[in-house]
């Protein structure tokens, strides 16, 4: 038994209990269906009307339902947080090129943006998993903007001012850089008793 | 407020790049749960091909990137716009000039 959403394309949220197949087959289909065991064990499942109650779960139900509400007035949030922010670039980029921008295509830009960082989480996840990590990365991020080459270019010395910044880079280091650093620092301390 | 809108460089903020990514990887680590409880036939645990379900995080840098990822999003999908607009003489950028530009810019992103 799981409750899962559906977004319909009218922007609000249908919720559906969705049972899985053998729940709902009858015992006297069993013997019938016993020869093609692939049919049982699929996890096809057949949606019932939310108010159907089968099994007495209610109340465990009632809590997911609350945090699938929560969620999405969490997820309203987000999105007019990441649409004010999107409508503001948007805007200043226009101004950048001389031109107005009408208000449906800003708000367009915004969603169109937000759809797309929806994505970028998506694929983050995927690439991080692939690579065995938790974390999400710097090289993830570029790998991400694979499409486009200039993209790619411009994302990937972004990635490496990222890294000269960063104080602690030492410990990412190879070891052979390493070692030349301490030639470095080695041969200068040579150096200043000569002067 | 006012202010950020008249910034020359407005960018994402880091902050809300990563409540986004958080809400997201949130939500698709409990999908992925019920589906495990689902999904998991005896065969794939008895030889441990399961893959651990484990929430993702990110890294302060790879915020950093991703929001300059989505700003150029957003920069390339009004220049392109605005080009197309500039070449038909107009001021302003209309929808039409922004369905041009769709199909491309959904192709390199």
Redesign the interface.
Known sequence: M?LSKIAKSDGTVKIIKTR?FNFIFPRIFLPLLSDSPTILRR?KPSCFAFTMDVEGEDKSDYLQIDQIVE?DT??DL?RD??RL??I???????KK??????G??VA???D???K???N???D??LF??HAGR?????D???L??H??DN?AA??RS??ND??AK?PQSDRKRKKGSAKREDKASSSNAVRIPDL | MRKNVMDANSTFDSDLIHAIFKHIWARRFRERERSDAIDATEAEVALGTTKKNRLASANANALKLSCELLKSFVSEAVQRAAIIAEAEGMDKIEATHLERILPQLLLDF
Not at chain 1, 97 to 102: D, K, S, T, V, Y
């Open positions: 799981s899985r996890k969620e969490m997820d987000i947080r990441f922010s999107a503001s670039i948007a805007e200043t980029e226009a090129n001389g031109m107005e921008i009408a449906p295509v367009c830009v915004a169109l943006a937000f797309y960082a929806e970028v989480a998506k983050l996840e991080a998993h938790k974390v999400v990365n710097m993830d991020v570029v991400s903007a499409r486009n993209l411009s994302l972004l990635c990222l890294k960063e």
